[in-house]
């Protein structure tokens, strides 16, 4: 497993803009695929979005396509999140996940490696 740890979350204006950074310790992300998922009071985790271990493959829950872009920096290590034009319904905790075949996907059980989740707060 690796650790995962997610930055930049916090409160925002309904239509402004965050970006989560997720940033690995003791290993190489290069060859993991990245998820990231979201969880609301009250509500099961849901698929956000994935990378696979080059970045050319991402794929965004249909609720945040266009508003949202996951990226990665292979040599920092680091996986992004930059959410724009953001909604209420945003609101969650984001957690960064890591699969270790490559090839991410949405289903959250594929991945073995989560990070402890960061906060974000859309007000309306």
């Known amino acids: 497993q690796v650790q995962l740890i997610e930055t930049g979350g916090g409160l925002v204006q309904a239509g402004g803009s965050l970006r989560l950074s997720c940033a690995a310790s003791?290993?190489?992300?290069?060859?993991?695929?990245m998820g990231w998922f979201r969880q609301a009071p009250g509500k099961e985790r849901e698929f956000v979005a994935s990378?696979?271990?080059?970045?050319?493959?991402?794929d965004y829950a249909d609720s945040v396509k266009g508003r949202f872009t996951i990226s990665r920096d292979n040599a920092k290590n680091t996986v992004y999140l930059q959410m724009n034009s953001m909604k209420f319904e945003d609101t969650a905790v984001y957690f960064c996940?890591?699969?270790?075949?490559?090839?991410?996907?949405?289903?959250?059980?594929?991945?073995?490696?989560w990070g402890q989740g960061t906060q974000v707060t859309v007000s309306s």
């Open positions: 996940a890591a699969e270790a075949s490559g090839w991410a996907t949405r289903v959250g059980d594929y991945y073995e490696s």
């Open positions: 990378i696979n271990w080059s970045g050319g493959t991402t």
């Open positions: 003791g290993r190489t992300l290069s060859t993991y695929g």
